[in-house]
C-alpha cells in the first residue's frame, strides 16, 4: 500500500474493527439471516442511532461514528422498496442535508439497477465509494 493509499485508509477508518481500505467483504448467507442488517450496521455504527433518538452528544465528541465511512454508498438490485434500504436512504438525506446539523456528512446515496452499473472511471478519486450487490 502506497503513502496516499494508508492516509485515504486512516482518513475513513472510523473504527478498530473497520476493514482497512480498499477492500472487498462478501456478506453470504440464506434469506432472513440479517445480511442487510449487518450492512446498515457498518454504514451507520451509532451515528443513526443518535440522529434518530435525539441523543445528545457530549462536548467535544462526535455525533456517533459510521463504521465504514464512505461518501458514496451505491447499492445495485432488483428491489429498490425494500424497508430497509429505504430507511438507509432516509438516514443518509438527514446525515448530508443540513452543513450546520452536528451529525452532518458530506455523503451520497443511490440505489441502482443492475442494468445501469457505471464504469469504474465515473468514480471520483477524491470520494471514497462502496458498492453493495443485492440479491
Excluded at 34 to 56: P, R
Excluded at 79 to 101: L, Q, T
Aim: charged share 25%; net charge positive.
Amino acid at each position: 500500500m502506497d503513502k496516499v493509499t494508508k492516509h485515504e485508509s486512516s482518513r475513513i477508518q472510523s473504527h478498530p474493527a473497520s476493514p482497512l481500505w480498499p477492500f472487498r467483504m462478501p456478506v453470504i448467507g440464506m434469506s432472513g439471516l440479517g445480511k442487510t442488517n449487518i450492512l446498515e450496521n457498518f454504514f451507520f455504527g451509532t451515528k443513526a442511532e443518535c440522529i434518530y433518538k435525539g441523543k445528545k452528544r457530549p462536548k467535544g465528541t462526535s455525533y456517533g461514528s459510521r463504521y465504514i465511512a464512505c461518501d458514496d454508498l451505491i447499492v445495485c438490485g432488483y428491489h429498490p422498496d425494500e424497508p430497509k434500504w429505504a430507511f438507509v436512504k432516509y438516514m443518509y438525506g438527514i446525515i448530508s442535508k443540513d452543513p450546520k446539523a452536528p451529525y452532518y456528512e458530506n455523503i451520497r446515496f443511490n440505489y441502482i439497477s443492475p442494468e445501469n452499473i457505471p464504469s469504474v472511471r465515473v468514480f471520483s478519486p477524491e470520494r471514497s465509494t462502496v458498492i453493495v450487490f443485492e440479491d
